[in-house]
């Protein structure tokens, strides 16, 4: 799997949006770009994935770019409650691997009121 | 509904001695992992089953540790005869086919002692 580069952390104002970079310069053809968070004491939670084209659900919008070498995880309006580690992951969607997901270090979100 | 279900959620052992964590997936759900997180660190993924096929054990750490799902269902994870190092948050995933995204639940936070 691709390796990622996220920034360590980055502090984010109540209400507004949250642009969470992640460099992928490596990544392959066939790589999905997924993102994880991680609330304090809780498990993983799934945030959203994509391929090529922008995606957007109900939590968030990832835009990658037209090379796929970086993308940007968008939280609209950030509240206290997104205060988290981010994780952004890129892997192979199919085969017999499955999700033997490696996250690194991942991005320190404080959401500052 | 419910959602992935670890126990206990927090064990505290002795050196030595041999410890098994639960995790009930939620229900239908045919994929389910075993992750673990040292204190600060990125997830480390450990082991995987996939329906009725032989499980990926290919991130166990040594043959002190040990997995099993009965019944498609219900998964246990053993670690015999304890070490300090083993001392960790142990995650539990699981998901609805192979390459779906994982749903985790809140871990065993093990501590060995």
């Known amino acids: 799997d691709a390796k990622t580069t996220q920034p360590t952390s980055m502090d984010c104002a109540e209400g507004r949006a949250a642009n969470l970079p992640c460099n992928h310069s490596?990544?392959?053809?066939?790589?999905?770009v997924y993102w994880y968070r991680q609330i304090h004491s809780q498990g993983p939670q799934y945030i959203i994935h994509?391929?090529?084209n922008n995606e957007t659900n109900e939590m968030a919008s990832l835009i990658i770019t037209e090379d796929r070498k970086s993308s940007t995880l968008i939280l609209p309006h950030a509240t206290l409650r997104d205060t988290a580690v981010y994780y952004c992951?890129?892997?192979?969607?199919?085969?017999?691997?499955?999700?033997?997901?490696?996250f690194g270090g991942g991005t320190r979100v404080l959401v500052k009121p | 509904g419910a959602g992935v279900s670890q126990s206990p959620s927090n064990k505290v052992t002795e050196k030595g001695k041999d410890v098994e964590l639960r995790c009930d997936p939620i229900?239908?759900?045919?994929?389910l992992y075993w992750y673990r997180q040292s204190l600060g660190q990125g997830l480390e993924f450990l082991i995987y089953?996939?329906?009725?096929?032989?499980?990926?054990k290919s991130g166990l750490p040594s043959d002190r540790f040990s997995a099993e799902r009965t019944g498609g269902s219900v998964s246990t994870l053993t670690i015999q005869r304890t070490q300090q190092e083993d001392s960790a948050v142990y995650l539990c995933?699981?998901?609805?086919?192979?390459?779906?995204?994982?749903?985790f639940g809140n871990g065993t936070r093990l501590t060995v002692t």
């Open positions: 992951i890129v892997r192979v969607a199919m085969g017999a691997a499955g999700n033997k997901l490696t």
């Open positions: 089953f996939q329906g009725n096929s032989a499980p990926d």
């Open positions: 490596t990544i392959s053809g066939n790589e999905y």
């Open positions: 995933a699981s998901s609805p086919q192979i390459n779906s995204p994982l749903h």
């Open positions: 229900s239908g759900h045919t994929a």
């Open positions: 994509g391929l090529k």
